[in-house]
């Protein structure tokens, strides 16, 4: 069965940092398009990145580009989103979510079910 499960979400201060993982099971990670998504109370769903199966895409919102970094361990079969000069304005559900194809996509097939992270003073 496939499966999704995000984990490192908490309480962070402005300007610290924090490292989400994604856990995937039921398939080979490096054989699929894997993005990161959030959504805040009341605001759209907002794709923040993605990475293709090959590593050799990746794709940024402009709202986090230079802060955020997408990578993956083939080896763990887990993808991670690095948040560096967290803003309050990143407090969001974060998603993983799985492309059906190597490459990324807007359509998902596969969603974990979230982990909060909360960006306070």
Request: charged share 20%; glycine share 12%.
């Amino acid at each position: 069965q496939v499966q999704l499960v995000e984990s490192g979400g908490g309480l962070v201060q402005p300007g610290g940092s924090l490292r989400l993982s994604c856990a995937a099971s039921g398939f080979t990670l490096r054989y699929n398009g894997i993005g990161w998504f959030r959504q805040a109370p009341g605001k759209e769903r907002e794709r923040v990145s993605c990475m293709s199966g090959s590593d050799s895409y990746t794709y940024y919102a402009d709202s986090v580009k230079g802060r955020f970094t997408i990578s993956r361990d083939n080896a763990k079969n887990t993808v991670y989103l690095q948040m560096n000069s967290l803003k309050p304005e990143d407090t969001a559900v974060y998603y993983c979510a799985r492309s059906p194809g190597y490459y990324c996509s807007r359509e998902m097939d596969y969603w974990g079910k979230g982990t909060l992270v909360t960006v306070s003073s």
